[in-house]
């Protein structure tokens, strides 16, 4: 079956960066686009960015653009999310989902605090 | 970007009567594919948000039949017939049709 396991959240200063990681199994990884989506605390869902199947094109929300970066290693069956410049606005459960929104990770958390 | 907006926020139902929520989109949802792609996911306390419905009426895999989805352009609408205790969360509507992919504020269904 579909599994997607986020790992690497944590608590982090402002200005600094986390990585983010969700491994994927149950299916061919290498065929697939991904997105991260982040949730506040009691908020709803932030598209955050996506990337293609095979790494070639990638998007990023404008309030993150330029600070995170989103990679991926499909020998690996692993999505990631490199997080630099990190606000405290950047504070929220981040998911990844797989291309259609069918399938979502269960979310790892980031907390952004001094 | 595409503002996509739900109405009611909230909507306490009481068991077995039926739901409906509604979402409008700031612009057409219409890809130049042909394609309409709005989906609904619902997200239970504690728990990811799960899809429900793609391209605007499609259940997805293991969707009870209670839901449905309907619309076209920019206004959506997904029903539940007959609520159940296990449809408590939050529904959101969101679009793919344009980066960035949007989604709506999110809507409350809760038990009277």
């Known amino acids: 079956q579909v599994q997607l396991v986020e790992s690497g959240g944590g608590v982090v200063q402002p200005g600094g960066s986390l990585r983010l990681s969700c491994a994927a199994s149950?299916?061919?990884?290498?065929?697939?686009?991904f997105h991260w989506v982040r949730q506040s605390p009691g908020k709803g869902l932030e598209w955050v960015a996506f990337?293609?199947?095979?790494?070639?094109?990638?998007c990023y929300a404008d309030s993150v653009k330029g600070r995170f970066t989103i990679s991926r290693d499909n020998s690996k069956n692993t999505l990631y999310l490199q997080m630099n410049s990190l606000r405290d606005e950047d504070t929220a459960v981040y998911y990844c989902?797989?291309?259609?929104?069918?399938?979502w990770g269960q979310g790892t958390l980031v907390t952004v605090s001094p | 970007d595409i503002v996509m907006t739900q109405t009611p926020l909230s909507s306490p139902v009481t068991l077995g009567q039926p739901a409906s929520i509604s979402c409008r989109s700031s612009?057409?949802?219409?890809?130049?594919?042909?394609?309409?792609?709005l989906s609904w996911l619902q997200q239970r306390p504690g728990q990811p948000p799960r899809l429900l419905i793609y391209?605007?009426?499609n259940r997805f895999s293991g969707v009870p039949d209670r839901f449905s989805g309907s619309g076209a352009g920019t206004d959506f609408t997904l029903k539940i017939s007959r609520v159940e205790a296990e449809d408590v969360g939050v529904y959101y509507c969101?679009?793919?049709?344009?980066?960035?992919?949007?989604f709506g504020q999110g809507t409350k269904l809760e038990i009277k």
């Open positions: 989902a797989k291309e259609g929104v069918d399938y």
């Open positions: 969101t679009q793919a049709t344009q980066f960035p992919y949007t």
């Open positions: 612009q057409s949802l219409v890809h130049s594919d042909g394609n309409t792609y």
């Open positions: 149950g299916f061919t990884f290498s065929s697939y686009g």
């Open positions: 391209k605007i009426s």
């Open positions: 990337i293609r199947f095979d790494g070639s094109a990638t």
